[in-house]
């Protein structure tokens, strides 16, 4: 029996599914914000059954209570969106990150895929790193295969990166287990950054329209990460060790803005030690 229930088949030509899920790699919910934004006000094509993919002990649905009486519980939820943007027909998978079932959810998300006729896979997700705030957010970038990528896309670091998977990676992997081409965009989000971050969230977009070859609406986003930038310079401004570390992280050598992986290991252990109570 599949996880999902298809509520619609829409008619479509050549679909790329895009995913993201909130929780594990989604620094300041940057890039569940990004899927969220793009699947706004769209249809729905399929839901999946949460009963059989959520613990509810970790995350618990939320309950309305007005006037003291118990008026709504709202359930976690996993949907498939469709959106059409600049003639490319968009498959936006998101919502809150499954704990069961990420295997049999893989084979669904194949099967679900091949029956709607998806040409391509792309992962969006948000790390927090060791780079200012007042640069523009880099994004590390993976691909199945060679190809893939345009040439101004940054690619992910060389080597052996051992990470603790995200539900998305599992899908991801079952994707390219199908024969499925898969890219995956990942902004880096500043590591002192509390609370949503839309200069993220903006920079996954942008790097989704590049790559798809379509301009991907950005509402009020931009609004929001003008404001939000104001709020961190503002804090950073009225503490000198902020200051000080901000200083730091815009002097520090990288490859194009980006820091490897010993540079922010350093940079965060530093500035935890720094302001230890």
Same mark, same amino acid.
């Given at each position: 029996?599949?996880?999902?229930?298809?509520?619609?088949?829409?008619?479509?030509?050549?679909?790329?599914?895009?995913?993201?899920? =909130?929780?594990?790699? &989604?620094?300041?919910?940057?890039?569940?914000?990004?899927?969220?934004?793009?699947?706004?006000?769209?249809?729905?094509?399929?839901?999946?059954?949460?009963?059989?993919?959520?613990?509810?002990?970790?995350?618990?649905?939320?309950?309305? @209570?007005?006037?003291?009486?118990?008026?709504?519980?709202?359930?976690?939820?996993m949907r498939l969106a469709h959106r059409q943007?600049?003639?490319? *027909?968009?498959?936006?998978?998101?919502?809150?990150?499954?704990?069961?079932?990420?295997?049999?959810? +893989?084979? =669904?998300?194949?099967?679900? %895929?091949?029956?709607?006729?998806?040409?391509?896979? @792309?992962?969006?997700?948000?790390?927090?790193?060791?780079?200012?705030?007042?640069?523009?957010?880099?994004?590390?970038?993976?691909?199945?295969? *060679?190809?893939?990528?345009? *040439?101004?896309?940054?690619?992910?670091?060389? +080597?052996?990166?051992?990470? #603790?998977?995200? %539900?998305?990676?599992?899908?991801?992997?079952?994707?390219?287990g199908s024969g499925v081409g898969?890219? +995956?965009?990942?902004?880096?989000?500043?590591?002192?950054?509390?609370?949503?971050? %839309?200069?993220?969230?903006?920079?996954?977009?942008?790097?989704?329209?590049?790559?798809?070859?379509?301009?991907? #609406?950005?509402?009020?986003?931009?609004?929001?990460?003008?404001?939000?930038?104001?709020? @961190?310079? %503002?804090? @950073?401004?009225?503490?000198?060790?902020?200051?000080?570390?901000?200083?730091?992280?815009? +002097?520090?050598?990288?490859?194009?803005?980006?820091?490897?992986?010993?540079?922010?290991?350093?940079?965060?252990?530093?500035?935890?030690? &720094?302001?230890?109570?």
């Amino acid at each position: 029996m599949a996880l999902y229930n298809l509520e619609t088949t829409p008619l479509l030509s050549e679909a790329v599914m895009i995913g993201a899920f =909130d929780g594990w790699i &989604d620094a300041s919910g940057a890039s569940s914000g990004a899927a969220a934004h793009l699947a706004e006000g769209a249809p729905t094509v399929a839901a999946f059954d949460a009963d059989l993919i959520y613990d509810y002990r970790s995350r618990r649905p939320v309950l309305d @209570v007005i006037d003291g009486t118990l008026t709504r519980l709202v359930w976690p939820e996993m949907r498939l969106a469709h959106r059409q943007i600049g003639g490319r *027909d968009l498959l936006i998978l998101h919502g809150a990150e499954p704990d069961f079932r990420w295997r049999e959810l +893989g084979t =669904d998300v194949v099967e679900l %895929a091949f029956r709607l006729g998806v040409t391509q896979w @792309v992962s969006l997700g948000a790390i927090p790193a060791a780079v200012p705030h007042t640069r523009p957010t880099p994004i590390l970038a993976t691909a199945s295969a *060679d190809g893939l990528l345009r *040439d101004y896309e940054v690619k992910g670091p060389d +080597g052996l990166l051992r990470v #603790p998977a995200a %539900a998305l990676s599992a899908l991801e992997m079952a994707m390219i287990g199908s024969g499925v081409g898969t890219v +995956g965009f990942f902004a880096q989000v500043p590591h002192y950054v509390g609370g949503p971050w %839309a200069p993220a969230t903006i920079a996954l977009l942008d790097h989704v329209g590049r790559h798809l070859g379509v301009d991907l #609406p950005l509402g009020e986003l931009p609004e929001e990460a003008v404001s939000q930038r104001a709020r @961190v310079d %503002a804090l @950073v401004e009225s503490q000198d060790d902020a200051r000080e570390y901000l200083e730091r992280l815009e +002097g520090l050598p990288g490859e194009d803005g980006m820091l490897s992986g010993d540079e922010l290991a350093s940079e965060i252990e530093r500035f935890l030690r &720094d302001n230890e109570s």
